[in-house]
């Protein structure tokens, strides 16, 4: 790998962190076994899945009196789920494969009809993100997240520690609306190009290195923290609306979320901005020219143009009808009205589309081509998530898992939230946060039932799930745990002890937060019963 910017080979880090891990025999030995273990653990729950959980299914207070529950059903899901949870955790195969599988097992076994098991890849909440895609494709084709990161940048100041603060709110604004990855990628060069002013001046990367681990951390850890604002920040959040909506009659609105969302993103910047300059201690206390720099790279991108500000005014009115349109509705009693978020977000899209960038060549704000970058891998494991949610319903294998775990009923609530949250922080570390939010999302929702938590009413499910969306995308120990993670880590300023010592603080203060976040601003954002 090249040395961090700033620096000669002979100051490189010792522990090189894109050195040759995971080497393509390590990898094929991995994914082959993943491939085995998966069939293997399905087969075998196949065969032992008992019958006598039919009858506890319909003795399940949740059970639907017409509802056709099988044991072939019940056996098929369990195990398809178990097939797919080994194969998303281990990348036996790529995770958006893994997620067609529904359209294959469920059909093929006549446990329900291709169109059944489909129409969940084409739910509201898949298009609810195609369109914040596409608002952010335009946001990125004209440099508008550039251009905001570097106008935060000057306005909180260019002290290392002010600086720190800078990039991470710019980068947890960001990345509320584009891919963390995205998001991370487009602010690491800005801040590697301060790290070799500063280097400069300071006479190389080791007398900066504290500095320089706590800006590369600051940039992925707040591209993570920052998306669980909104729906569209992270897969997880929009997987818990799908999961809600199709599963429990639940309709999670996007202002409605960002009451939850926005709150603890903002607390958690706070706190890791504190963590980090703590643990990292920046060598110096100013940064000569920082600001100049920063000015330097603004006028880089010149003066506005039409398209720049008919992008911004698109995306402002987006985030302004998301926010105040169901409010709108909600206070003017319109129950009959018909809309969506999703519907939002096309409408963006189909702007941007329609939009000339240039009346002379006849160019438009947004392409085929640019569209064509979307993540669509990323939608269709939505799709799979939710169709195999789907299928934990309509089966009735949530509310078997619900029976079976009964006996945590007598649990404190905030212990199994404790409990909820802890779990999928450790999982989360090792596998993809949107595969752990599509396998857990589901089997928390059956123990939740299960329990009696619904008694209070069918949204009293968000107990559990919303600790499963949130936990999934909190990971900060391992470079492999979320993409920006490991951006960080191979621009060659982090090493693997410095991802651990300041990534073990957040995930503790995550899971305080998480359960804080529950009790004290979701319960009565939702309404929630206890």
Same mark, same amino acid.
């Given at each position: 790998?090249?040395?961090?910017?700033?620096?000669?080979?002979?100051?490189?880090?010792?522990?090189?962190?894109?050195?040759?891990?995971?080497?393509?025999?390590?990898?094929?030995?991995?994914?082959?076994?993943?491939?085995?273990?998966g069939l293997a653990?399905?087969?075998?729950?196949?065969?032992?899945?008992?019958?006598?959980?039919?009858?506890?299914?319909?003795?399940?207070?949740?059970?639907?009196?017409?509802?056709?529950?099988?044991?072939?059903?019940?056996?098929?899901?369990?195990?398809?789920?178990?097939?797919?949870?080994?194969?998303?955790?281990?990348?036996?195969?790529?995770?958006?494969?893994? =997620?067609?599988?529904?359209?294959?097992?469920?059909?093929?076994?006549?446990?329900?009809?291709?169109?059944?098991?489909?129409?969940?890849?084409?739910?509201?909440?898949?298009?609810?993100?195609?369109?914040?895609?596409?608002?952010?494709?335009?946001?990125?084709?004209?440099?508008?997240?550039?251009?905001?990161?570097?106008?935060?940048?000057?306005?909180?100041?260019?002290?290392?520690?002010?600086?720190?603060?800078?990039?991470?709110?710019?980068?947890?604004?960001?990345?509320?609306?584009?891919?963390?990855?995205?998001?991370a990628v487009v602010?690491?060069?800005?801040?590697?190009?301060?790290?070799?002013?500063?280097?400069?001046?300071?006479?190389?990367?080791?007398?900066?290195?504290?500095?320089?681990?706590?800006?590369?951390?600051?940039?992925?850890?707040? =591209?993570?923290?920052?998306?669980?604002?909104?729906?569209?920040?992270?897969?997880?959040?929009?997987?818990?609306?799908?999961?809600?909506?199709?599963?429990?009659?639940?309709?999670?609105?996007?202002?409605?979320?960002?009451?939850?969302?926005?709150?603890?993103?903002?607390?958690?910047?706070?706190?890791?901005?504190?963590?980090?300059?703590?643990?990292?201690?920046?060598?110096?206390?100013?940064?000569?020219?920082?600001?100049?720099?920063?000015?330097?790279?603004?006028?880089?991108?010149?003066?506005?143009?039409?398209?720049?500000?008919?992008?911004?005014?698109?995306?402002?009115?987006?985030?302004?009808?998301?926010?105040?349109?169901? #409010?709108?509705?909600?206070?003017?009693?319109?129950?009959?009205?018909?809309?969506?978020?999703?519907?939002?977000?096309?409408?963006?899209?189909?702007?941007?589309?329609?939009?000339?960038?240039?009346?002379?060549?006849?160019?438009?704000?947004?392409?085929?081509?640019?569209?064509?970058?979307?993540?669509?891998?990323?939608?269709?494991?939505?799709?799979?998530?939710?169709?195999?949610?789907?299928?934990?319903?309509?089966?009735?294998?949530?509310?078997?898992?619900?029976?079976?775990?009964?006996?945590?009923?007598?649990?404190?609530? #905030?212990?199994?939230?404790?409990?909820?949250?802890?779990?999928?922080?450790?999982?989360?570390?090792?596998?993809?946060?949107?595969?752990?939010?599509?396998?857990?999302?589901?089997?928390?929702?059956?123990?939740?039932?299960?329990?009696?938590?619904?008694?209070?009413?069918?949204?009293?499910?968000?107990?559990?799930?919303?600790?499963? =969306?949130? =936990?999934?995308?909190?990971?900060?120990?391992?470079?492999v745990a979320t993409?920006?993670?490991?951006?960080?880590?191979?621009?060659?300023?982090?090493?693997?002890?410095?991802?651990?010592?300041?990534?073990?603080?957040?995930?503790?203060?995550?899971?305080?937060?998480?359960?804080?976040?529950?009790?004290?601003?979701?319960?009565?954002?939702?309404?929630?019963?206890?």
């Amino acid at each position: 790998m090249s040395a961090p910017a700033g620096t000669t080979i002979e100051e490189r880090p010792d522990d090189n962190p894109k050195g040759d891990k995971h080497t393509d025999a390590s990898t094929w030995r991995r994914q082959a076994i993943g491939i085995l273990l998966g069939l293997a653990l399905a087969a075998l729950v196949f065969m032992i899945f008992p019958e006598s959980a039919v009858d506890r299914v319909h003795e399940s207070v949740g059970a639907d009196p017409e509802g056709d529950y099988t044991h072939h059903a019940l056996r098929i899901t369990a195990a398809t789920t178990i097939l797919m949870a080994v194969w998303w955790m281990t990348e036996a195969i790529p995770l958006a494969a893994t =997620a067609l599988i529904p359209l294959t097992v469920f059909p093929i076994t006549q446990v329900a009809s291709f169109s059944e098991v489909g129409s969940p890849y084409a739910s509201a909440t898949i298009f609810l993100f195609l369109g914040g895609f596409l608002l952010a494709l335009g946001l990125q084709k004209w440099d508008l997240h550039r251009r905001l990161a570097l106008a935060v940048l000057l306005i909180v100041g260019t002290s290392p520690k002010r600086l720190i603060l800078g990039f991470m709110i710019a980068t947890g604004f960001l990345s509320m609306w584009v891919s963390n990855t995205a998001t991370a990628v487009v602010m690491l060069p800005i801040g590697t190009s301060v790290l070799a002013l500063t280097a400069e001046t300071v006479g190389g990367w080791r007398n900066q290195k504290k500095f320089s681990t706590a800006l590369m951390l600051a940039i992925a850890y707040s =591209a993570s923290i920052g998306s669980l604002g909104t729906l569209i920040g992270t897969p997880p959040n929009a997987l818990l609306a799908g999961y809600m909506e199709t599963s429990h009659g639940i309709s999670i609105g996007f202002g409605q979320w960002m009451m939850v969302g926005v709150p603890i993103a903002v607390i958690f910047t706070v706190i890791a901005w504190w963590v980090l300059t703590t643990v990292f201690k920046p060598e110096m206390k100013e940064i000569p020219g920082g600001r100049e720099l920063i000015i330097e790279e603004k006028d880089k991108l010149g003066a506005w143009n039409f398209p720049q500000v008919a992008v911004a005014v698109i995306f402002v009115i987006a985030a302004l009808c998301w926010v105040f349109i169901p #409010l709108t509705i909600d206070w003017l009693g319109m129950d009959d009205f018909v809309y969506d978020d999703a519907i939002i977000g096309i409408i963006a899209g189909l702007l941007m589309f329609t939009i000339p960038a240039n009346g002379r060549s006849g160019a438009r704000l947004l392409d085929w081509k640019t569209a064509s970058e979307l993540p669509w891998d990323v939608l269709i494991l939505f799709g799979g998530g939710l169709s195999l949610s789907a299928m934990f319903t309509s089966s009735g294998l949530s509310l078997w898992i619900g029976e079976v775990a009964k006996g945590l009923g007598g649990l404190p609530t #905030l212990l199994l939230i404790v409990s909820v949250a802890a779990l999928v922080l450790v999982l989360t570390e090792f596998t993809s946060n949107t595969a752990t939010a599509a396998t857990f999302l589901p089997i928390m929702g059956g123990v939740a039932v299960g329990i009696g938590l619904t008694e209070g009413g069918e949204q009293n499910v968000l107990l559990l799930t919303i600790p499963v =969306a949130l =936990a999934a995308t909190c990971a900060f120990m391992m470079p492999v745990a979320t993409p920006p993670n490991a951006i960080a880590y191979s621009s060659g300023y982090v090493s693997m002890g410095d991802m651990l010592k300041g990534g073990v603080w957040l995930n503790v203060i995550a899971l305080a937060l998480i359960t804080a976040t529950v009790y004290f601003i979701a319960i009565p954002v939702f309404g929630i019963v206890l």
